[in-house]
């Protein structure tokens, strides 16, 4: 088997519910990634895309079932380019990315395109199609944006609470107080601020069309832990979970450009990172904001490396409650964590924000001049994805 590298990585802007990106179709927000990472890579033939694979955690809508291949043909990449969609919910982009590096691995492409998309303004509302028509009682319309829909009666009760309910309950596990959330929450705004003005994300962010927008829309610098305090609690009337120190609902798409070593002389540069390890992990689905911590354990040991070598992490913020259980449970510097922002201020559109987190950390581990890192996701139901990347463009050198 030979080894797999990430090449490059853009995303658009994530936008606000209702925001700037309100008006885009999820296709075109696809699109408009794929085309974007592309451009980034001008030397290679489109026609030598082994695959083009997708997260989504919706497509009931315009994402259209297989937004990977909308996203192609959109594109206007030649017809024979194929395209494939993933959902695992909050880490169906990073299941992508680890879904290209397999086929990498194994032969079957020397070139994918991994990323993800969604539009979570433009998710539409289902209807229970009845078992026989002309029903005669009321017909409930159902939100697909977020959560459970159309629960099956069988499923426990505790596995279908909210999300919010959920980070309540592991706020209360491991005593994480009202106060930590809000400080991590306004660190997150602050670092996210500070990176754009930085330029960090000047070659990883591209525009949308004509939408103006040109930076993530729900970044609030003058963010503090004291006005997140003056928030009410979300999901208990008691609670620590509010609108500020939990992720927003967002609409974006990220791209990546994945590839094996030899794959260097088509695409037309070097690799920026090697994918080193991967792990998956599932627990009660109710503990779900937790299950990034063995995922990202399996993942470092797949590698053949401990905590102590990591340099950099990014964890999708879901939850300031569940990233925080997170780093307290690895017993890692914060420090090290989300330095460039994270999804509480970046926002987190479900299928994108896994390759969202694989861009930013490839670009940490060049610009930090750091070895190892690690990309971790939690996801609703009870599962986690992590991947380990080692940085190749110092040395050109990997284990």
């Known amino acids: 088997m030979t080894a797999s590298f990430l090449y490059s990585a853009v995303r658009t802007p994530f936008g606000r519910f209702g925001g700037a990106l309100a008006e885009v179709r999820p296709d075109d927000l696809a699109a408009t990634a794929l085309t974007g990472v592309l451009d980034t890579v001008p030397a290679l033939d489109r026609a030598r895309l082994g695959d083009v694979i997708y997260g989504n955690a919706n497509g009931a809508g315009e994402d259209n079932r297989n937004v990977a291949r909308m996203a192609v043909l959109l594109a206007g990449l030649p017809t024979s380019v194929p395209g494939s969609t993933v959902n695992r919910l909050c880490g169906s982009s990073l299941d992508a990315a680890m879904t290209a590096s397999r086929l990498v691995e194994t032969g079957d492409a020397e070139v994918v395109v991994a990323g993800g998309v969604e539009s979570m303004t433009r998710a539409p509302w289902v209807l229970p199609k009845p078992d026989r028509g002309y029903p005669a009682g009321d017909v409930r319309a159902v939100s697909t944006t977020l959560g459970w829909r159309l629960v099956n ?155 102590s070598a990591v340099g950099a992490v990014e964890l999708n913020e879901a939850f300031a409650a569940q990233a925080l259980a997170c780093i307290d449970a690895w017993k890692i510097d914060p420090d090290i964590v989300n330095t460039k922002g994270g999804a509480i201020a970046i926002g987190h559109p479900l299928g994108a924000s896994g390759a969202r987190i694989v861009g930013t950390l490839a670009h940490r581990l060049a610009g930090e001049g750091k070895r190892w890192g690690v990309a971790a996701i939690c996801i609703g139901v009870g599962q986690a994805l992590a991947v380990v990347l080692e940085n190749v463009i110092d040395t050109g050198e990997w284990s």
Not at 207 to 219: A, C, F, K, Q, S
Not at 300 to 305: D, E, F, S, T
């Open 153 to 307: 009666d069988r499923m426990p009760k505790e596995w279908t609470a909210s999300l919010g309910e959920c980070n309540e309950q592991l706020a209360d596990r491991y005593a994480i107080s009202r106060q930590r959330q809000d400080e991590f929450a306004a660190r997150s705004h602050q670092l996210a601020h500070t990176a754009w003005e930085s330029g960090f994300y000047d070659d990883l962010v591209i525009p949308v069309g004509n939408t103006g927008l040109t930076r993530d829309e729900g970044i609030r610098s003058d963010s503090t832990p004291e006005t997140l305090a003056r928030l009410k609690p979300s999901f208990r009337t008691d609670g620590s979970i509010t609108a500020g120190n939990a992720s927003p609902l967002s609409d974006g798409a990220a791209a990546l450009v994945v590839g094996s070593e030899r794959a260097g002389s088509l695409i037309g540069c070097d690799p920026l990172a090697r994918f080193a390890g991967r792990g998956v992990h599932a627990l009660d689905p109710q503990d779900f904001g937790f299950a990034p911590v063995e995922a990202a354990n399996i993942a470092l040991a797949r590698a053949g490396i401990g905590w």
